[in-house]
């Protein structure tokens, strides 16, 4: 069966002992005793309004829904239905259920393995849970609960950061599945979910739906609805709001964008407002004299130039004048104060209509912000936006006030309507007022408003005008003209893409024409490092380069496939042992400061990372979906979604971090382990291993094991009663000291031992699919079976062309061309001695952003550059577009290469392997050779 078709069947088609069932032939989903829960078609809108953000179980989802509708809890059957369901489930029949379905089936936090009391109550306490907020749903006002849009809203809201059961490149096809025939699909095939799983199928719906509904508020769900953010600001702390008096219009404005810096949904625009603040600055008026040459003298004073001495000083001889004046006795006019300056106001008007809608609203409201930011000290400010003839007040000192305004959207073409009353409230101010008008540059073009803006008399007259280019106008508009202050072109796409994906630099534009395919055409090799590569099931192996390059390792007779080349400093933290069937794993990598946990899409490439909030950190774990970072004597649970800091434990001195789940009382070497119940972090003691006069060393989870491993001094295997028998036998020749590292699914270790002469021996043991021992080599032979680096030629210093024309470059300890041998092009080394001509040094590049890996450039004659990449490439860059750009594999042998044509040419180990719909282009290495390199050859003058 088809994947897709697969994933259909799976998420729509319910157990037998399911709370809920297909009825009325597909068009409906009705509880067990035939009440009504949904229509098929709300179901599919809900669905498609979630799919962004991946699809939730469909029974949680289901619960929802229920609530919605004006019969629920009417006679309380719901939850006599639901408490049948789990009143099924026992102990006994808990731990019946095979290991490889129960994995397909995680436990909820508030499902634990207890005795069948303990076990009742935890499920009546997550029902009642449960229950409580549903009737939460129920209770809320009609226009929030029964519409598609208040449905889709209220699943928004609950299902926000619960990690999706569809991924979301396969949610679209499964959410539009419902339609005729998807009745015929489920019911091919009977045997995908097995009876009696019911329960703990429900089990799992209540425990994703419940923290949900907690967040369930008639003024967050109207809030949704009307702007459909993700995010409901926060008020402001109380202790940076304890000012007897509101904060000057400058600093308010200046700390909503400090504010919204954080905010996942409005930190471009707070970014652009600030780059905005540097651009917004306005001329200002001289500040007047405090005497004028108006007005008359209102008195006299002993200080003033000597023009403005009395006549009976100036009758005074010269020298008794002179004194006077030294001693500050001689008497001056003074001249009458003129009134002082008003202050100054500065008023704004604001454009939401519709021409501003998209992407121009919210640079409208960057400006309005920096704007307001930049008003000057003791100067009024008053913001407004056009509503038809009328003006609405906007506050932009406050995150309420600016999510009112992002809400607001008006039908009216331009601002011509609302001028004349602003025009109005300019000529009723007393003081001073500075106008300021942002709309977009299609709106200051209409010919209406032009004119209004004629009419409107005001001190100054500022127009600012913004476009979906991301063009900032500012300029003056007096009687005699316009005059353009400022102008500034800004990049949007701040504004709608995640600021922690990975972003590509401007400047790649100009470098050679491979660094635009996505995905890198050829494959470049490194040597492996074992502390940064890890074997993911079904695809191989991943490593890091210390480039900064993630690679992938498919195949021994293959060169590594380039997933990105754009990670940053740092190391390898976790991977994660599990892996989607449709190639999505996750990792953590950066340094201690700067860890960013990573989403990586391995079939298309894709990786996404999140900024963890934690550093110091001396490794991580995860458990029951929540990340923790292990710190000396300190635990942090991080949100993978966000990365934001979620449970904390303080640990006493005497326990010590072993690695993974579980830590050590160096006091009692006693064993614990950490432990989560979806509220509360806690370390709890291990069982004892049983094992006399041979301490355990090292404790671990392996991948195929129920229970801890432990192994201890001396070499043997421990673990609980249970899985004892399945333990593999070994035999050591040495005592083991510590344990090195552990792969990510547990199956392969490195032992450290000492010898009866102290000598360090170092062990790998392999627990799957059979124990061996492996002296040497430390790499994990999964990844050695699929990775075989080969050497490539990096460090040259500069390029020349030989007597013969043959390119050459040249290394501290011999030189390397590009010839003929047999016909066939190569890449071969020649005598150090020989003469190069047109030689010239390659210099840096330092002008790209984000890459690790080095760039150097030499100029060759007049044609053509020459950048030489440290990864093993030479690209070869001619000026002339009607020429080719080609791309070598500077390894010794058979020429390899890429032409910007997509044509690949050489060796297979470097070339791409061939998938359906993306075939590589071959082409003989003679063909290019002639066609491409031989021709910029050709040009070169001062050989003959």
């Not at 020459?866 to 070869?876: A, E, P």
Request: with cysteine; charged share 25%.
């Amino acid at each position: 069966m088809h994947e897709r078709e697969l994933a259909i069947r799976e998420y729509y088609s319910p157990t037998t002992d399911s709370f809920w069932s297909w009825q009325d032939d597909g068009e409906t989903i009705a509880w067990s005793d035939g009440r009504l829960i949904v229509f098929g078609e709300e179901l599919s809108h809900v669905l498609k309004q979630l799919a962004p953000q991946g699809l939730p179980r469909l029974g949680s989802l289901l619960l929802l829904m229920a609530a919605t509708r004006k019969n629920w809890a009417v006679d309380g059957s719901e939850v006599g239905l639901l408490a049948g369901i789990l009143s099924t489930i026992k102990d006994a029949e808990y731990g019946q259920v095979d290991r490889s379905e129960a994995l397909l089936l995680p436990t909820p936090p508030s499902v634990e393995t207890k005795g069948a009391s303990g076990a009742d109550s935890s499920h009546v306490a997550l029902l009642e849970r449960v229950m409580s907020g549903l009737h939460k749903v129920r209770a809320l006002d009609g226009s929030l609960r029964t519409s598609l849009k208040a449905k889709s809203a209220l699943a928004s809201i609950v299902f926000q950061g619960v990690a999706p059961v569809v991924e979301p490149k396969d949610a679209v096809p499964v959410a539009d599945a419902i339609r005729p025939g998807l009745q015929s699909l489920l019911a091919g095939e009977n045997d995908t979910v097995a009876t009696g799983f019911g329960p703990f199928l429900l089990l799992q719906d209540l425990a994703a739906v419940a923290p949900g509904l907690e967040r369930i508020t008639p003024e967050a769900v109207r809030v949704w609805m009307e702007t459909g953010l993700q995010e409901i600001p926060e008020p402001a702390p109380l202790d940076e709001v304890v000012e007897e008096e509101p904060p000057e219009t400058r600093e308010a404005a200046r700390r909503v964008i400090e504010e919204l810096l954080d905010s996942p949904e409005h930190a471009g625009m707070a970014k652009l407002a600030k780059q905005l603040l540097a651009t917004i600055t306005l001329p200002r008026k001289l500040t007047e004299s405090n005497e004028h040459e108006m007005g008359g003298y209102s008195d006299i004073t002993n200080r003033g130039t000597p023009d403005r001495l009395l006549l009976s000083e100036l009758a005074q001889d010269g020298l008794t004048l002179a004194v006077r004046v030294a001693m500050n006795e001689a008497m001056y006019l003074h001249r009458e104060t003129p009134p002082s300056v008003p202050n100054i106001r500065r008023e704004l008007l604001i454009d939401v209509g519709v021409q501003s809608w998209g992407l121009p609203r919210v640079f409208a409201t960057s400006v309005a912000l920096a704007l307001a930011a930049s008003t000057p000290a003791g100067a009024t400010f008053a913001a407004s936006r056009g509503s038809g003839p009328l003006l609405e007040p906007v506050d932009l000192c406050t995150k309420e006030g600016l999510l009112a305004h992002l809400v607001s959207l008006e039908a009216d073409p331009h601002l011509a309507e609302a001028l004349p009353s602003f025009a109005s409230q300019i000529e009723q101010a007393e003081e001073a007022v500075e106008a300021m008008v942002v709309m977009t540059a299609e709106a200051y073009a209409e010919p209406a408003v032009i004119d209004e803006l004629r009419r409107l008399k005001a001190d100054r007259l500022y127009i600012a005008t913004v476009d979906r280019q991301g063009t900032f106008r500012l300029s003056e508009r007096r009687d005699r003209g316009e005059k353009i202050l400022r102008q500034a072109q800004l990049q949007l796409d701040q504004l709608v893409t995640n600021p922690s994906s990975l972003r590509v630099s401007r400047s790649l534009d100009s470098l050679p024409a491979i660094f635009r395919c996505k995905p890198f055409p050829l494959r470049l090799p490194c040597a492996v490092d074992g502390n940064n590569s890890w074997s993911v099931r079904n695809w191989g192996a991943l490593s890091v380069t210390g480039d900064g390059r993630l690679l992938q390792w498919t195949n021994r007779s293959r060169g590594p496939r380039q997933l990105t080349d754009r990670l940053p400093k740092g190391k390898l933290w976790w991977s994660s042992p599990d892996i989607s069937l449709s190639g999505r794993t996750h990792f953590i990598y950066g340094t201690s400061q700067k860890p960013i946990y990573y989403e990586l899409d391995i079939p298309h490439g894709d990786l996404q990372g999140i900024a963890l909030q934690c550093s110091d950190s001396s490794g991580f774990t995860m458990h029951n979906g929540v990340l923790f970072s292990i710190r000396s004597h300190y635990i942090t649970g991080l949100n993978v979604a966000t990365g934001e800091p979620t449970h904390h434990l303080m640990l006493p001195s005497d326990i010590r971090w072993i690695g993974g789940l579980f830590f050590v009382n160096t006091r009692t070497n006693a064993w614990l382990a950490l432990s989560f119940n979806g509220t509360s972090l806690s370390v709890e003691p291990l069982p004892a291993f049983g094992v006399v006069n041979d301490p355990v060393v090292f404790v671990w989870e392996a991948l195929g094991f129920d229970e801890p491993l432990a192994i201890t001094r001396r070499g043997n295997l421990v673990a609980s009663e249970g899985d004892r028998s399945k333990l593999p036998k070994i035999s050591l020749p040495f005592e083991i000291d510590h344990v090195k590292n552990v792969s990510s699914d547990g199956t392969r270790l490195i032992l450290v031992g000492s010898s009866r002469n102290r000598e360090k021996r170092y062990l790998k043991l392999n627990l799957r699919p059979e124990c061996t021992q492996v002296y040497g080599q430390l790499l994990d032979d999964r990844i050695t079976r699929v990775a075989s680096p080969a050497s490539l030629r990096r460090r040259f210093r500069s390029v020349g062309v030989t007597q013969d024309r043959l390119l050459a470059l040249r290394s501290s300890k011999s030189i390397v061309v590009i010839d003929k041998k047999n016909g066939q092009p190569v890449l071969h080394q020649i005598s150090a001695s020989t003469r190069l001509f047109e030689e010239q040094e390659f210099v840096d590049i330092s002008d790209v952003d984000h890459l690790r890996y080095s760039l150097r450039i030499a100029r060759l004659g007049v044609r053509f550059s020459v950048v030489l990449d440290s990864r093993g490439l030479l690209h070869l860059m001619p000026d002339s577009q009607q020429e080719q750009e080609v791309t070598i594999v500077l390894a010794e042998g058979e020429l390899t290469g890429w032409r910007d044509d997509a044509v690949v040419f050489g060796r297979d180990y470097y070339l791409p392997e061939g998938v359906e719909g993306h075939e590589p282009r071959l082409a003989s290495v003679r063909q290019v050779f002639k066609e491409s390199i031989e021709l910029l050859l050709r040009g070169l003058d001062g050989i003959d």
